[in-house]
């Protein structure tokens, strides 16, 4: 079985063609950060006019690359929400498109969907049910993966996403973007001791986040001129960590028996929570699983994934199935 994959939600345009046995035949990722930059975060209908230009040329490269034709796809997915609303129309109308001029099955994937089942497009042994913290720029949530379609969500944040503090730590200590590989390439040179910051709704019972007042931290320490941005990163790094360790823990003893610890999302690129909690886990017995980095940060190859997951579950969507700006789990 053979889909083709389609990414579009947020600044990164991407097509990819996946077969059920995970092989990756192509996949094509067009980033916008240069045009985003001088913005210091995404601007939507700049995000929503680079998909127009690039989605189409995308998706004809990956049927190239991979040496088919649209003919032999099986289903054509595309991400439908959650997501700046421009960017996903855009990728959902192309799947539409593609999928009436081709007489193909549309799958409608929910992006969260997309990072929750990516880490077994990695991993072939990875079954249900698992224990996913996921953590982009838009999401912070504790799952329990217990089949596709099949999720029952544990925690999420009370206010910023992880992502996003990473994100609004590095405008503020000027570091560029995108916000997260920024912060963490300065913390290498910081002492993640140097800087006392807040480890908001450690020790709580239920395993919620929140990072709205770490950054207000952030912001204080570096108006304070006490500190280099280095030290600020380093403690800012460590803080978000000691977080996602303290509520991943309270997740674990209250799920019910799990496969494995997984972590999915743009932050999970971050080796500092890798590191964390592959030790946690190790502390709790449990298997560890972290996709490669470039399937932790938005792509289509995970969408194409979830599309082959959700298929081969007689899982498809009709012609008219809206786009969706905000679509929890
Ligand atoms: O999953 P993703 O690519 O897009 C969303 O669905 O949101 O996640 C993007 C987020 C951004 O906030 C970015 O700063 C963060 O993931 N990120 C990182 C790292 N790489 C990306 N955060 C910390 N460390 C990283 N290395
Ligand atoms: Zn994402």
């Not at 600044?11 to 192509?26: F, G, K, M, P, S």
């Not at 077994?120 to 698992?130: E, M, S």
């Not at 996403?161 to 997260?180: H, Q």
């Not at 470039?294 to 082959?308: K, P, S, V, Y």
Request: negative net charge.
């Amino acid at each position: 079985m053979l889909i083709l994959g389609l990414e579009s939600s947020c600044d990164e345009t991407a097509a990819a063609l996946v077969r059920d046995d995970r092989t990756i035949l192509a996949h094509k990722l067009a980033g916008q950060e240069a045009a985003h930059r001088p913005y210091g975060g995404v601007v939507p209908e700049i995000a929503a006019r680079a998909h127009v230009e690039m989605l189409a040329p995308l998706a004809e490269a990956a049927l190239a690359e991979a040496g088919v034709r649209l003919d032999d796809v099986d289903a054509i997915a595309a991400t439908a929400g959650p997501g700046l609303i421009g960017g996903v129309m855009v990728g959902l109308v192309t799947a539409k498109a593609l999928a009436l001029a081709a007489s193909k099955p549309l799958v409608a994937v929910n992006h969260l969907e997309g990072h929750a089942l990516s880490p077994r497009l990695a991993d072939p042994d990875l079954a249900f049910p698992y224990l996913l913290l996921l953590v982009s720029g838009g999401h912070c949530q504790l799952l329990e993966v217990r089949g596709v379609g099949d999720y029952r969500r544990l925690a999420t944040t009370i206010d910023d996403a992880a992502g996003e503090a990473f994100d609004k730590t590095a405008k503020l200590l000027g570091l560029g973007f995108p916000g997260g590989p920024a912060v963490e390439r300065a913390a290498i040179a910081g002492d993640p001791r140097a800087v006392p910051l807040p480890r908001p709704l450690v020790g709580s019972r239920e395993p919620h986040f929140s990072f709205a007042g770490l950054k207000s931290a952030v912001l204080r320490a570096a108006d304070s001129g006490r500190w280099s941005a280095a030290d600020i990163a380093a403690s800012f790094q460590q803080a978000v960590v000691d977080c996602l360790i303290d509520r991943t823990r309270i997740a674990l003893a209250s799920a019910g028996p799990v496969t494995a610890l997984v972590v999915a999302g743009g932050v999970a690129a971050n080796s500092a929570v890798r590191g964390a909690l592959a030790t946690l886990a190790a502390r709790h017995g449990v298997r560890f699983v972290a996709p490669p980095l470039w399937l932790c940060t938005d792509n289509a190859a995970m969408i194409a994934w979830a599309g082959a997951e959700r298929f081969a579950a007689g899982l498809t969507d009709p012609l008219d199935v809206p786009a969706r700006a905000r679509w929890p789990l």
